[in-house]
Protein backbone atom coordinates (compact mmCIF):
# COMPACT_ATOMS: atom_id res chain seq x y z
CA UNK A 1 0.00 0.00 0.00
CA UNK A 2 0.85 3.59 -0.97
CA UNK A 3 1.84 6.18 1.48
CA UNK A 4 1.64 9.69 2.14
CA UNK A 5 2.89 12.32 4.75
CA UNK A 6 0.70 15.02 5.89
CA UNK A 7 1.87 18.15 8.16
CA UNK A 8 -0.30 19.93 10.28
CA UNK A 9 0.40 22.54 12.86
CA UNK A 10 -3.06 23.42 14.31
CA UNK A 11 -3.53 26.60 11.62
CA UNK A 12 -6.26 27.47 9.96
CA UNK A 13 -4.67 25.24 7.24
CA UNK A 14 -4.65 22.08 9.19
CA UNK A 15 -8.21 20.72 7.85
CA UNK A 16 -7.73 21.93 4.66
CA UNK A 17 -4.22 19.66 4.39
CA UNK A 18 -6.15 16.88 5.57
CA UNK A 19 -8.88 17.07 3.48
CA UNK A 20 -6.10 17.30 0.39
CA UNK A 21 -4.65 14.20 1.90
CA UNK A 22 -8.15 11.97 2.18
CA UNK A 23 -8.53 12.93 -1.62
CA UNK A 24 -4.89 11.02 -2.63
CA UNK A 25 -4.97 8.84 -0.48
CA UNK A 26 -8.96 7.70 -1.36
CA UNK A 27 -8.10 7.61 -4.89
CA UNK A 28 -4.76 6.00 -4.80
CA UNK A 29 -5.84 3.89 -1.64
CA UNK A 30 -2.75 5.27 0.68
CA UNK A 31 -2.02 4.81 4.28
CA UNK A 32 -1.13 8.45 5.72
CA UNK A 33 0.69 9.71 8.10
CA UNK A 34 -0.41 12.65 10.04
CA UNK A 35 2.84 14.67 11.54
CA UNK A 36 2.76 17.43 14.22
CA UNK A 37 6.09 19.23 15.19
CA UNK A 38 6.80 20.58 18.08
CA UNK A 39 9.30 23.10 17.48
CA UNK A 40 12.52 23.99 20.01
CA UNK A 41 11.43 27.64 20.16
CA UNK A 42 8.16 26.45 21.50
CA UNK A 43 10.01 23.69 24.03
CA UNK A 44 12.54 26.32 25.27
CA UNK A 45 10.48 30.00 25.78
CA UNK A 46 10.34 29.21 29.08
CA UNK A 47 13.43 28.37 29.70
CA UNK A 48 15.22 32.01 28.17
CA UNK A 49 12.66 33.27 30.34
CA UNK A 50 14.58 32.03 33.84
CA UNK A 51 17.64 32.55 32.26
CA UNK A 52 16.97 36.28 31.64
CA UNK A 53 16.67 36.83 35.70
CA UNK A 54 20.31 37.01 36.26
CA UNK A 55 22.07 36.58 39.49
CA UNK A 56 20.77 36.93 42.71
CA UNK A 57 17.31 35.30 41.92
CA UNK A 58 15.58 33.71 44.82
CA UNK A 59 15.62 30.09 44.42
CA UNK A 60 12.00 29.66 44.69
CA UNK A 61 11.26 32.04 42.23
CA UNK A 62 13.45 29.46 40.34
CA UNK A 63 12.19 26.11 40.66
CA UNK A 64 8.63 28.30 39.98
CA UNK A 65 9.90 28.90 36.87
CA UNK A 66 11.19 25.67 36.53
CA UNK A 67 7.95 24.07 37.43
CA UNK A 68 6.04 26.36 34.47
CA UNK A 69 8.93 24.70 32.10
CA UNK A 70 7.58 21.92 32.75
CA UNK A 71 3.94 22.49 32.61
CA UNK A 72 4.14 24.23 29.65
CA UNK A 73 6.41 21.34 27.90
CA UNK A 74 3.80 19.09 29.00
CA UNK A 75 0.39 21.58 27.95
CA UNK A 76 2.43 21.44 24.35
CA UNK A 77 1.99 17.61 23.98
CA UNK A 78 -1.50 17.16 25.07
CA UNK A 79 -2.36 20.24 22.70
CA UNK A 80 -0.20 18.05 19.88
CA UNK A 81 -1.81 15.09 20.47
CA UNK A 82 -5.23 17.06 20.77
CA UNK A 83 -4.74 18.47 16.82
CA UNK A 84 -3.67 14.88 15.48
CA UNK A 85 -6.44 12.98 17.04
CA UNK A 86 -8.85 16.02 15.54
CA UNK A 87 -7.05 15.34 12.87
CA UNK A 88 -7.52 11.46 12.63
CA UNK A 89 -11.31 11.52 13.15
CA UNK A 90 -11.52 14.19 10.38
CA UNK A 91 -9.73 11.60 7.79
CA UNK A 92 -11.05 8.28 9.06
CA UNK A 93 -14.88 10.49 8.80
CA UNK A 94 -13.59 10.97 4.76
CA UNK A 95 -13.21 7.61 4.26
CA UNK A 96 -9.44 7.16 4.77
CA UNK A 97 -9.07 3.98 5.95
CA UNK A 98 -5.82 3.54 7.58
CA UNK A 99 -4.24 6.68 9.37
CA UNK A 100 -1.30 6.28 12.07
CA UNK A 101 -0.28 10.17 13.81
CA UNK A 102 3.08 11.26 14.98
CA UNK A 103 4.13 13.40 17.34
CA UNK A 104 7.92 14.41 17.43
CA UNK A 105 10.19 17.23 18.35
CA UNK A 106 12.81 19.36 16.61
CA UNK A 107 12.29 20.74 13.34
CA UNK A 108 9.54 20.04 10.37
CA UNK A 109 12.58 19.33 7.60
CA UNK A 110 14.29 17.45 9.91
CA UNK A 111 11.37 15.15 10.88
CA UNK A 112 9.97 15.00 7.42
CA UNK A 113 13.55 13.57 6.30
CA UNK A 114 13.44 11.15 8.68
CA UNK A 115 9.60 9.74 7.81
CA UNK A 116 9.58 10.44 4.33
CA UNK A 117 11.89 7.01 3.03
CA UNK A 118 8.36 5.26 1.96
CA UNK A 119 5.82 8.00 1.16
CA UNK A 120 4.67 8.67 -2.51
CA UNK A 121 3.69 12.18 -1.74
CA UNK A 122 4.00 15.01 0.80
CA UNK A 123 1.23 17.04 2.01
CA UNK A 124 1.53 20.57 3.82
CA UNK A 125 -0.17 23.98 4.02
CA UNK A 126 0.61 27.23 2.31
CA UNK A 127 1.22 29.12 5.46
CA UNK A 128 1.66 28.10 9.36
CA UNK A 129 0.61 28.94 12.40
CA UNK A 130 2.50 31.47 13.30
CA UNK A 131 1.51 33.36 9.44
CA UNK A 132 0.58 37.07 9.01
CA UNK A 133 -2.04 36.46 6.08
CA UNK A 134 -1.98 40.00 5.18
CA UNK A 135 1.46 40.11 4.05
CA UNK A 136 1.00 37.02 1.49
CA UNK A 137 4.14 35.92 2.88
CA UNK A 138 4.71 31.57 2.77
CA UNK A 139 5.21 29.67 5.75
CA UNK A 140 9.02 29.91 6.58
CA UNK A 141 9.10 26.00 6.17
CA UNK A 142 7.38 25.52 3.19
CA UNK A 143 10.48 26.64 0.78
CA UNK A 144 12.33 24.85 3.25
CA UNK A 145 10.57 21.26 2.61
CA UNK A 146 10.18 21.50 -1.02
CA UNK A 147 13.78 22.28 -1.93
CA UNK A 148 15.19 19.29 1.02
CA UNK A 149 12.91 16.55 -0.75
CA UNK A 150 12.60 14.46 -3.96
CA UNK A 151 9.16 13.59 -3.32
CA UNK A 152 6.14 15.49 -4.78
CA UNK A 153 4.82 18.07 -2.40
CA UNK A 154 0.86 19.15 -2.81
CA UNK A 155 0.40 22.80 -1.49
CA UNK A 156 -2.96 22.91 0.05
CA UNK A 157 -5.24 25.67 -0.91
CA UNK A 158 -6.74 27.66 2.24
CA UNK A 159 -10.39 25.43 1.78
CA UNK A 160 -10.22 22.43 -0.13
CA UNK A 161 -12.45 21.95 -3.32
CA UNK A 162 -13.34 19.57 -5.94
CA UNK A 163 -10.95 18.65 -7.99
CA UNK A 164 -11.93 17.89 -11.77
CA UNK A 165 -9.73 20.36 -14.05
CA UNK A 166 -6.22 20.68 -13.70
CA UNK A 167 -3.54 22.72 -15.39
CA UNK A 168 0.04 21.67 -16.06
CA UNK A 169 2.37 24.23 -16.18
CA UNK A 170 5.05 22.49 -18.88
CA UNK A 171 8.43 23.87 -19.83
CA UNK A 172 10.43 20.77 -20.73
CA UNK A 173 12.35 20.79 -18.10
CA UNK A 174 13.08 17.41 -16.13
CA UNK A 175 10.62 18.50 -12.99
CA UNK A 176 8.08 19.13 -15.89
CA UNK A 177 9.08 16.18 -17.26
CA UNK A 178 8.76 14.41 -14.18
CA UNK A 179 5.21 15.32 -12.99
CA UNK A 180 3.91 14.25 -16.83
CA UNK A 181 5.51 10.69 -16.17
CA UNK A 182 4.06 10.46 -12.25
CA UNK A 183 0.15 11.61 -13.48
CA UNK A 184 0.12 9.43 -16.81
CA UNK A 185 1.37 6.58 -14.84
CA UNK A 186 -1.40 6.92 -12.37
CA UNK A 187 -4.72 5.35 -13.93
CA UNK A 188 -6.88 6.56 -10.54
CA UNK A 189 -6.42 10.04 -11.72
CA UNK A 190 -8.27 9.38 -15.48
CA UNK A 191 -11.20 11.44 -15.17
CA UNK A 192 -9.69 14.09 -14.45
CA UNK A 193 -9.54 16.40 -17.78
CA UNK A 194 -5.86 17.67 -18.10
CA UNK A 195 -4.56 21.10 -20.36
CA UNK A 196 -0.42 21.40 -21.04
CA UNK A 197 0.54 25.02 -20.84
CA UNK A 198 3.95 26.01 -21.44
CA UNK A 199 4.21 29.82 -21.92
CA UNK A 200 6.93 30.76 -23.66
CA UNK A 201 7.67 31.24 -28.04
CA UNK A 202 5.45 29.09 -30.14
CA UNK A 203 8.35 27.35 -31.78
CA UNK A 204 8.51 23.95 -33.82
CA UNK A 205 10.24 22.41 -30.46
CA UNK A 206 8.10 23.92 -28.14
CA UNK A 207 5.03 22.73 -29.52
CA UNK A 208 6.63 19.16 -30.43
CA UNK A 209 7.72 19.16 -26.63
CA UNK A 210 4.03 19.84 -25.96
CA UNK A 211 2.07 17.22 -28.21
CA UNK A 212 4.61 15.11 -26.58
CA UNK A 213 3.66 15.45 -23.24
CA UNK A 214 -0.19 15.31 -24.08
CA UNK A 215 0.82 11.87 -26.19
CA UNK A 216 2.27 10.75 -23.00
CA UNK A 217 -1.43 11.38 -21.07
CA UNK A 218 -3.54 10.32 -23.83
CA UNK A 219 -1.72 7.11 -23.66
CA UNK A 220 -2.20 6.83 -19.76
CA UNK A 221 -5.97 7.52 -20.10
CA UNK A 222 -6.31 10.69 -19.81
CA UNK A 223 -8.22 13.62 -21.66
CA UNK A 224 -5.37 15.88 -22.64
CA UNK A 225 -4.70 19.33 -24.57
CA UNK A 226 -2.40 21.75 -24.37
CA UNK A 227 -1.20 25.29 -25.36
CA UNK A 228 1.61 27.46 -25.67
CA UNK A 229 1.03 31.28 -24.20
CA UNK A 230 3.80 34.10 -24.65
CA UNK A 231 4.42 36.25 -21.60
CA UNK A 232 6.02 35.92 -17.41
CA UNK A 233 4.87 32.47 -16.22
CA UNK A 234 3.77 33.09 -12.71
CA UNK A 235 1.25 35.80 -14.78
CA UNK A 236 -0.16 33.41 -17.53
CA UNK A 237 -0.19 31.03 -15.30
CA UNK A 238 -2.49 32.66 -12.48
CA UNK A 239 -4.43 34.22 -15.08
CA UNK A 240 -5.44 30.91 -16.95
CA UNK A 241 -6.15 29.56 -13.81
CA UNK A 242 -8.39 32.11 -12.93
CA UNK A 243 -10.37 32.18 -16.28
CA UNK A 244 -10.94 28.83 -16.91
CA UNK A 245 -11.36 27.62 -13.03
CA UNK A 246 -8.57 25.09 -12.66
CA UNK A 247 -8.92 23.03 -9.64
CA UNK A 248 -5.17 21.93 -9.61
CA UNK A 249 -1.84 23.02 -11.09
CA UNK A 250 1.13 20.90 -11.86
CA UNK A 251 4.76 22.13 -12.04
CA UNK A 252 8.22 21.77 -11.50
CA UNK A 253 9.90 23.24 -8.38
CA UNK A 254 13.09 25.47 -7.80
CA UNK A 255 14.90 25.06 -11.06
CA UNK A 256 17.34 27.04 -10.25
CA UNK A 257 19.90 28.49 -7.50
CA UNK A 258 18.79 30.24 -4.25
CA UNK A 259 21.36 32.67 -5.07
CA UNK A 260 19.74 33.58 -8.55
CA UNK A 261 16.35 33.18 -7.04
CA UNK A 262 17.35 36.31 -4.81
CA UNK A 263 18.19 38.56 -7.86
CA UNK A 264 14.99 37.95 -9.84
CA UNK A 265 12.31 35.72 -8.00
CA UNK A 266 11.69 32.71 -8.07
CA UNK A 267 8.05 31.45 -10.00
CA UNK A 268 7.45 28.27 -8.06
CA UNK A 269 7.68 31.22 -4.64
CA UNK A 270 5.38 33.35 -6.73
CA UNK A 271 2.82 30.39 -8.11
CA UNK A 272 2.13 29.46 -4.56
CA UNK A 273 1.86 32.88 -3.09
CA UNK A 274 -0.38 33.83 -6.06
CA UNK A 275 -2.75 30.72 -6.68
CA UNK A 276 -5.78 30.40 -4.67
CA UNK A 277 -5.76 25.98 -5.60
CA UNK A 278 -3.60 23.63 -4.50
CA UNK A 279 -0.31 23.60 -6.41
CA UNK A 280 1.11 19.99 -6.73
CA UNK A 281 5.37 20.24 -6.92
CA UNK A 282 7.97 18.14 -8.41
CA UNK A 283 11.70 18.49 -8.13
Known amino acids: MSKLIAVIDGSSYSASVCEHAAWVANRAGSEIDVIHVLGRRILSESANLSGSIGLGARSALLNELAELDEQKAKLAHKRG ?19 HTKLRNGEIVESVKELEGEADLLVLGKRGEGANFDTGHLGSNLERVIRSTNKPVLVASRSFNSVSRVLIAFDGGKSSLKAIEFFAQRAHYNDLSCHVLMVGSDTADNRKQVESAIAKLSNGGFTATGDIVQGQAEVVITEQVEAKDYNLVIMGA ?12 STTTEMIRSCKVPVLLFR
Open 81 to 99: RAILEDAQALLVSRGVEKV
Open 254 to 265: YGHSRIRNLIIG
